[in-house]
């Protein structure tokens, strides 16, 4: 089994800044993708920032210029960088992570984490 474990999240100003990490632990023989989605109330999960094995990225264009995803394959830890936050950003963070545990590949999610921010 693997868990996603994610921290960092909280209240802050418009404007202000949050990191929020997210570590993978458990049978894990590599992780292809790594990435961050967020759920709005009454609104569908999205797609926030995704990150590759080999470092490449992709972002919501509602995200770009102002959140950055990066990782730590040593550590099976991805980072989402969050600057010039807006109250519309304000959701339940969550990371996703693509783990091949040597046969097969699954999707794994952490529990969520709030980001709330204030106008």
């Known amino acids: 089994q693997v868990q996603l474990v994610e921290s960092g999240g909280g209240l802050v100003q418009a404007g202000g800044s949050l990191r929020l990490s997210c570590a993978a632990s458990g049978s894990i023989f590599s992780i292809k993708v790594m990435g961050w989605y967020r759920q709005a109330p009454g609104k569908q999960r999205e797609l926030v920032a995704t990150?590759?094995?080999?470092?490449?990225?992709g972002y919501a264009d509602s995200v770009k210029g102002r959140y950055t995803i990066s990782r730590d394959n040593a550590k099976n830890t991805v980072y989402l960088q969050m600057n010039s936050l807006k109250p519309e950003d304000t959701a339940v963070y969550y990371c996703?992570?693509?783990?091949?545990?040597?046969?097969?590949?699954?999707?794994?999610w952490g529990q969520g984490t709030q980001v709330t921010v204030s106008s």
């Open positions: 990150i590759g094995d080999s470092g490449s990225t």
């Open positions: 996703n992570a693509d783990v091949f545990a040597g046969r097969y590949t699954s999707t794994y």
